[in-house]
């Protein structure tokens, strides 16, 4: 069973930072194109940052309202990939999902396979 499991939400304050992790169960993350994406009600999902695979160079990409803010990164040991969120603006706050796609070269508007259930973010003072 392919799974992506989502951690590290919660609620900080303008300014500060938190660390989203998602876990991969079932495969090797290592060879997929793992995106951060986030969704707010009433919004479209927003495409945050991906990571391509290892096979593929791991470049990343970013949206640019988080582009020198966050940082997207792969443990492969550990079968995860992080996004640090740094200079959390009232904006950022969405549930953030991590998606997963056998791919090369990762996009942001690539139609990813296999989703997480998402960690809610509030950035709020």
């Known amino acids: 069973q392919l799974q992506l499991v989502e951690s590290g939400g919660g609620l900080v304050q303008p300014g500060g930072s938190l660390r989203l992790s998602c876990a991969a169960s079932g495969f090797t993350l290592n060879f997929f194109n793992i995106g951060w994406f986030r969704q707010v009600p009433g919004k479209e999902r927003e495409g945050v940052s991906c990571?391509?695979?290892?096979?593929?160079?791991?470049?990343?990409n970013y949206a640019d309202s988080v582009k020198g803010r966050f940082t997207i990164s792969r443990d492969n040991a550990k079968n995860t990939v992080y996004l640090q969120m740094n200079s959390l603006k009232p904006e950022d706050t969405a549930v953030y999902y991590c998606?997963?796609?056998?791919?090369?070269?990762?996009?942001?508007?690539?139609?990813?396979?296999?989703w997480g259930q998402g960690t809610q973010v509030t950035v709020s003072s």
């Open positions: 990571i391509s695979s290892s096979g593929s160079g791991g470049s990343t």
């Open positions: 998606a997963a796609v056998l791919r090369g070269y990762c996009t942001l508007d690539q139609a990813y396979t296999y």
